[in-house]
Each structure stands twice: as C-alpha cells, then as structure tokens.
C-alpha cells in the first residue's frame, strides 16, 4: 500500500533554513507528482507548491517564491522541500501529498504524516 | 489570494443530513471543475473524499456527495455518523497550477 513517510520534528532560529523529507514506497514514485501543503497551530490548509516527479517541473504559492524550493531523488523514492529565511509565521506542520496523477490540477490522494517545524528563538 | 469562504462550524444529530458550503470565485470554483474536499480528524492528516466535484475516491463511504453551482461548491454528509465529526477543508484549482483551500469546516455530531 501507498506510504509517504517523513522526516522528524523541527526546531530553528528564525533566519534559518529547514530541509523536510517525505519518503514515499508502494506505488511507482516517478508516475505521480508531490504537493505540499503546511497547517499552522489551530489554523486551516495551506497549499504551498507541487513537482512533476518525472521531470522536476515545480509550481510555488506566491507567498513561497524565492524562499522555497521542492527537489526530488528517485533513486531514493523521497521527496525534499527546503524553506529559508524562517520566520515564526512559518511554524506550522508540514505535509507531502500525492498527486491523484501527474499534472499539478489534480488532488491530494495519499498524505504523509506531517513534519513539525517550530521557529523559534 | 484568499482562502476559500467555509462555515466555522456545521452540527447534526446521528442519521441526519449536513451540508457545507465552500465559496470562492470566478477565478476558482467557478471557473473549473476541479474541487475537492478533505476530512481530517484531530491530530491526523487531511483524508481526500471528494474530487473533481463530485468523484468519491475508492473505499469512501457514498454518503458523501459533492456539488456546485456557480462559485460555491458543496459537501453533504448523509446518514451522519459519530465517527464523521471532524474538520473538512475544500480546495479548488485556481489556474496557472496552483491551488487554494478553504477556510475549513467543524463538524460536530450532536
């Protein structure tokens, strides 16, 4: 069965940087893409950005241009999103998503378990 | 741009029906046939139950249906079960690959 695994719990420095990772085993990694969506402390849904697995292709929320950047390694199967210029807006739980297909309109279907990253100083 | 318009909070009694709504604008919802809707229980991630407006994705209890019309998308939980209360979220395609979700939904079974 389809499983998106991610890495641990996060604590920065505002200024800083975050890579989060997201495992993925169980189905075909380069046949779907990857969103990520971030949910801050008793806060809604943020859809922050999507990547074509099979040929790096990326999609950013304004709010992440420049500051964000999603890479893949399919030897690995794992799926990275990287966040710089932290600030304590940016604490929130992070999650990784499969795309239902490859094209970035399509949803959600499978979610990783979340990654917390708490910015503090 | 602005998350979509949901309800705070929606509540019935087990066995009835709920419905919420979820507006945006002609820039999303009404524009595209791509709305999907996310159930997600306290302390867990988000759950897909509908897409592209009205598709249940396998092993997704039919008492869940989707809807639109005009800028407002809907979600109608029939048959209301204890194990439905949770916080439902709809997202819809927005263009030039992006996408935005709504401000989320409470639902709480009396």
């Known amino acids: 069965q389809v499983h998106l695994v991610q890495s641990g719990a996060e604590v920065k420095k505002p200024g800083a940087s975050v890579k989060v990772s997201c495992k993925a085993s169980g189905y075909t990694f380069s046949s779907y893409s990857i969103s990520w969506v971030r949910q801050a402390p008793g806060q809604g849904l943020e859809w922050l950005g999507w990547?074509?697995?099979?040929?790096?292709?990326?999609y950013y929320a304004q709010k992440l241009q420049g500051r964000g950047t999603m890479t893949t390694d399919t030897s690995t199967s794992t799926a990275y999103m990287e966040l710089r210029g932290l600030s304590s807006d940016d604490t929130a739980v992070y999650y990784c998503a499969r795309n239902l297909n490859d094209f970035s309109a399509s949803p959600l279907d499978f979610w990783g378990q979340g990654t917390l990253v708490a910015v503090s100083s | 741009q602005s998350a979509l318009t949901q309800p705070a909070s929606v509540s019935g009694s087990p066995g009835q029906s709920i419905t919420i709504s979820c507006t945006g604008t002609n820039n999303d919802v009404g524009s595209y046939n791509l709305v999907s809707w996310y159930q997600q229980h306290p302390g867990k991630a988000p759950k897909l139950i509908i897409y592209e407006v009205i598709k249940r994705p396998s092993g997704v209890s039919n008492r869940f249906s989707g809807s639109t019309s005009g800028n407002t998308a809907s979600l109608t939980i029939s048959g209301l079960q204890t194990e439905d209360e949770a916080d439902y979220y709809c997202?819809?395609?927005?263009?030039?690959?992006?996408?935005?979700f709504g401000t989320g939904t409470k639902v709480t079974v009396l």
């Open positions: 990547i074509s697995v099979q040929n790096g292709v990326t």
């Open positions: 997202c819809s395609y927005a263009g030039s690959s992006t996408h935005i």
